[in-house]
């Protein structure tokens, strides 16, 4: 334990005799020692939860797994493994010891492992430090009457769009955030604009087409790519296949039609928040945060719109992390609830326009 494991504690047993010749189990005794001088204190392991991080506890936990796989080593016995969320809240280092630790069992041939977890980015090096191949990792997709294992074919989720970037208008879409995470690392400010009127209702938003995106596509990444719906309104075809995605769905989605979805459900948002303030000048006057920037004027012109604010709430809260894809962490968008975003889409929809038709980001009336 002590040479896998990175925690201010130092542990012994106090019956190494017993368990040694009579097989019982160890009893433990405790020095905690912080690296500031003094040497380790002896302390109760209640104090121990008192004092460690969630982490470190975690890792305080393991002891008695490991003692126990350890015995299973020694007498050679077959055992089955479910590690569920074995290294949630650990650091690094300590997340990589299991990893180690995990193959080195795994090599003997004597245990077999069904490891759970929410951290896909954990179960992705699971997979890779064990040489598994990539059908061994699979994915609980949870709806309202079911929950399917499926195999999970998201190894590199941008390398899969790429390929069906043609074929299919989820992965068109969902390449528009990524692109645009390029140009931002890029520091390419021109094109980064660009994109962000397809993600935020921006002045000329309305009028751009997927052949626009398409360019966009081309020349960060250096291909020759044609879309085979470049000659159509981007938000309409962003909104089409939010409502097929939405339309008979059991709550079973694809990376890519979540974040379309997000985007779907931003921009019918920020189209229903405009229409209602009718203020061009605000509108077009935002720089940042618009989403939010747009519902706190809309909670200030219309308090007892209850019902739509907490709508509105919801959009500020679960869409960004979907759309911005911020630095390439999209595993959590895998774990995320399929339901409540189609949910949530369809709630944004029944929003109601002004009887007088919609107000663009320019202030021109739109259909």
């Known amino acids: 334990f002590h040479e896998r494991f990175n925690i201010p504690v130092q542990i012994s047993i106090e019956n190494q005799e017993d368990v040694v010749l009579r097989a019982q189990v160890p009893r433990f005794a405790f020095a905690f ?9 002896a302390v109760e392991q209640q104090q121990l939860r008192e004092c460690l991080s969630r982490g470190e506890q975690r890792a305080l936990y393991l002891l008695r797994t490991l003692f ?3 015995q299973s080593r020694e007498e050679q016995s077959p055992t089955l493994l479910i590690i569920d969320d074995m290294a949630d ?9 299991i990893l180690q630790y995990l193959k080195e ?12 977890s929410h951290d896909f980015d954990f179960i992705r090096s699971v997979a890779s430090r064990l040489g598994l191949s990539h059908k061994a990792v699979q994915t609980a997709k949870k709806s309202p009457s079911e929950v399917r294992i499926v195999e999970e074919f998201y190894k590199n989720p941008f390398k899969h769009w790429r390929g069906r970037i043609q074929s299919d208008v989820y992965s068109r879409v969902a390449c528009i955030p990524f692109i645009r995470s390029l140009v931002e690392i890029q520091e390419n400010e021109t094109t980064f604009l660009a994109l962000t009127c397809f993600l935020h209702v921006k002045t000329g938003s309305e009028q751009l087409t997927m052949q626009d995106a398409q ?3 081309n020349t960060v990444l250096g291909t020759s790519v044609l879309f085979p719906d470049a000659h159509r309104n ?18 079973v989605l694809e990376l890519e039609k979540k974040i379309t979805l997000a985007m779907a459900i931003r921009l019918k948002a920020e189209q229903f928040m405009i229409a209602h303030i009718q203020d061009s000048a605000f509108v077009t006057g935002i720089q940042k945060f618009q989403t939010q920037e747009l519902r706190t004027r809309y909670r200030s012109d219309f308090p007892g719109e209850t019902e739509a604010l907490r709508i509105l709430d919801e959009v500020v809260l679960m869409t960004p ?9 999209y595993e959590p968008l895998l774990d995320l609830s399929d339901q409540r975003l189609l949910d949530l889409y369809t709630k944004v929809k029944s929003l109601p326009l002004p009887a007088s038709g919609t107000l663009s980001a320019e202030g021109t009336g739109v259909a």
């Open 33 to 41: 020692d912080d690296g500031r001088g003094g040497g380790p204190q």
């Open 89 to 97: 809240s650990f650091d690094y280092a300590n997340k990589y010891a």
């Open 234 to 251: 981007a938000f309409e075809v962003i909104f089409e296949a939010a409502d097929a995605a939405t339309a008979g769905n059991l709550g």
């Open 215 to 217: 360019g966009h596509y």
């Open 321 to 329: 992390e979907h759309i911005h894809l911020n630095s390439f962490m």
């Open 105 to 116: 069992i795994a090599e003997e041939g004597l245990f077999q492992s069904v490891v759970l």
């Open 68 to 70: 126990r796989i350890e």
